[in-house]
T-cell receptor, first 114, second 117 residues
């Protein structure tokens, strides 16, 4: 049981390049999330998808787009990378609802934009 | 806007001692949830414990317990009998809202805990 997987693990981009971060979960969760973690800070929500077919902005959506490809997969795209997007990116998934529905996180993608 | 504050950037504790990691929160929503996550040096996020705002008792999960003081808006994590493997970053997070069933979390800045042998 792989849980939440992310590819790639590491990536270096030049300013202006584009790339897509891939995320997949095998827990049959409805909700999926993308976060970024900057040095010395907690995670901040970029985008989320409550269920297949829906996506919505989180706290820091500028410069990103997402696609909920199907129930399993949720991708994050940087159209024109900037040095300010250097960060560690985490994908997470959870059951849908309220209460103790913890989010399960992937291992992260470390992105450097030069 | 909802907010989480963790005032201890770093803590150093002797092995086998108990440790309390502080977390205060700010919200006007009467229904909310508080989570603690552990992030070891390997980077993954590990769920530890959850407390709902309407839960009557403080949450416990093995060596982890949550000292929930609703009137003071604090949700401190207590780790009993600390072990070397407890050395990690610890994040407090609050469920900001439930939008169509998705749980939007707001994270604190974290506390780096170091357990000394």
């Amino acid at each position: 049981n792989a849980g939440v997987t992310q590819t790639p693990k590491f990536q270096v981009l030049k300013t202006g390049q584009s790339m897509t971060l891939q995320c997949a979960q095998d827990m049959n969760h409805n909700s999926m999330y993308w976060y970024r973690q900057d040095p010395g800070m907690g995670l901040r929500l970029i985008y989320y998808s409550a269920s297949e077919g829906t996506t919505d902005k989180g706290e820091v959506p500028n410069g990103y787009n997402v696609s909920r490809l199907n129930k399993r997969e949720f991708s994050l795209r940087l159209e024109s990378a900037a040095p300010s997007q250097t960060s560690v990116y985490f994908c997470a998934s959870s059951e849908r609802g309220r209460g103790r529905l913890e989010q399960y996180f992937g291992p992260g993608t470390r992105l450097t934009v030069t | 806007a909802q907010k989480i504050t963790q005032t201890q950037p770093g803590m150093f504790v002797q092995e086998k001692e108990a440790v309390t990691l502080d977390c205060t929160y700010d919200t006007s929503d009467p229904s909310y949830g508080l989570f603690w996550y552990k992030q070891p040096s390997s980077g993954e996020m590990i769920f530890l414990i959850y407390q709902g705002s309407y839960d009557q008792q403080n949450a416990t999960e093995g060596r982890y317990s949550l000292n929930f003081q609703k009137a003071r808006k604090s949700a401190n994590l207590v780790i009993s009998a600390s072990q070397l493997g407890d050395s990690a970053m610890y994040f407090c997070a609050m469920r900001e809202a439930t939008i169509q069933g998705a749980q939007k979390l707001v994270f604190g800045q974290g506390t780096r805990l170091t357990i000394n042998p």
